[in-house]
């Protein structure tokens, strides 16, 4: 077992001594710019500490609507409600959030052994067996036809159909096959079946439109695969192949939102003014203008944290359907809108530590079960960082248990 040894490092403190200074001068006189660089100049030093991790991941996607929000606030087009400006852009508010959150992520990642721990735990061995993994990869593709039963096509994404035309439903299921997948992956012999089968609901997800479980599953491919490989040359591989990736997945971005044609002005422009993060950022907007307007919903949205634990159980306390209320949203809301919206700009940034104090205990330890977790909160990565927290609820209370049932069981009876 690993333990969370905190060791202080003055290097570490330095780094958060001259930040604060330099974000307090950029707050005070009102300089965007200057508040954006130092929020990437903290975003690249965790970048460099952690590498390809959950935690320079989580920190790059939570950084990058802040990009979207400089970008709105000095007058630069951007995609959708937040270039209308129908609620006013408060890049200050999200500056101090992106700030704190990635000055704890920070001195978690300087301080403590989350890093090592995170990497102990693809070392470890907690596969499940070849059998029950192949068993796996193929429920993950029979899922995957349920929940989107037509051929996908890059020209004719039914954005009506595409979350409730499918046997199974699209919510609630989405990260089941790559949660499986997650799993069975493991298993180094059963890797020439599971990977073709990872292939192929990847693609039927994107080809349905689909991308953000998708990318999630490959963020833990990548990972598990840099953890294994620690060198250089495998950094290098990965950041090509995720720019790759990345530039595909906007074009499906653009084709899915009725787009002819694309030219590569509309992708260079699409990577970095990305229209999920422009969508997502203005709900972090709505949520500081109805505090602003003492409309706050004082903890009420917290409710659906414990509705979505029983499957099925339909659930109106959700924060998007609060806001919708009252705002026009395209749905989502960046990772601080919600304890925003409840409690304000401070509770969020003490939300903020407590998530981070979050993941880096579920990896404290090396487990089946909390690789589970591990992987779970890694695939919804994406959708916690940009539409809530609900979404690997139900994967971490009922189905990763639910494996280690059928696993032991299976185990006790090969061995009787």
């Known amino acids: 077992m690993t333990n969370m040894h905190i060791k202080i490092k003055v290097n ?13 001068i950029g707050y005070c006189m009102e300089q965007p710019m200057v508040c954006l660089l130092i929020a990437m100049f903290q975003l690249i030093v965790i970048v460099h500490a952690a590498k390809i991790s959950i935690f320079s991941i989580l920190a790059v996607l939570i950084n990058f609507c802040l990009v979207q929000q400089y970008a709105a606030f000095i007058g630069v087009e951007v995609y959708g409600l937040l270039g209308i400006k129908s609620v006013p852009i408060y ?3 999200l500056f101090l959030c992106v700030y704190f959150f990635n000055a704890v992520l920070h001195l978690f990642i300087t301080h403590s052994n989350c890093l090592r721990n995170e990497s102990e735990l693809f070392k470890e061995k907690l596969d499940i067996g070849y059998g029950f993994s192949i068993v796996l990869a193929v429920l993950a593709v029979v899922i995957t036809v349920l929940i989107f039963p037509t ?55 994107v080809f349905h439109g689909e991308r953000v479980d998708c990318i999630g599953f490959l963020a833990l491919f ?7 490989h620690r060198e250089k040359s495998t950094i290098i591989k990965i950041c090509i192949s995720g720019l790759v990736i990345i530039i595909t997945l906007v074009g499906v971005g653009f084709l899915r939102g ?8 509309d992708l260079l422009h699409g990577v970095f003014i990305q229209s999920t993060a422009c969508d997502v950022t203005y709900v972090f907007n709505c949520a500081v203008d109805l505090t602003k307007n003492s409309l706050s919903y004082h903890g009420i949205t917290y409710l659906s944290y414990l509705i979505n634990c029983i499957p099925l159980l339909e659930d109106p306390y959700s924060f998007q359907s609060y806001i919708h209320n009252d705002y026009v949203t395209a749905g ?28 880096v205990s579920v990896i404290r330890k090396r487990t089946r079960y909390r690789y589970m977790v591990y992987a779970a909160i890694c695939i919804t990565i994406f959708r916690s960082a940009w539409y809530g927290l609900n979404y690997p609820i139900i994967t971490i209370l009922y189905f990763a248990p639910a494996l280690l049932v059928a696993y032991n069981l299976l185990t006790r009876k090969k061995e009787s």
């Open 91 to 93: 890049f200050y508010e």
């Open 151 to 205: 051929m996908p096509s890059l020209l004719t994404f039914s954005t009506v159909q595409r979350f409730d035309g499918g046997i199974l439903s699209f919510s609630g299921w989405s990260c089941i096959p790559f949660f499986f997948l997650a799993i069975a992956i493991i298993n180094r012999k059963g890797y020439k079946y599971v990977v073709p089968m990872a292939v192929f609901v990847s693609i039927w997800y």
């Open 258 to 265: 009725g787009t002819d044609s694309i030219n590569y002005g």
């Open 12 to 24: 570490s403190i330095y780094f958060l001594v001259f930040t604060v200074i330099i974000a307090l």
């Open 332 to 359: 989502g809301g960046l990772f601080f809108a919600e304890p925003i919206a409840n409690f304000g700009v401070g509770f969020a940034c003490v939300f903020s530590a407590f998530y981070i104090l979050f993941l």
């Open 222 to 228: 990548a990972i598990g695969y840099y953890n294994e």
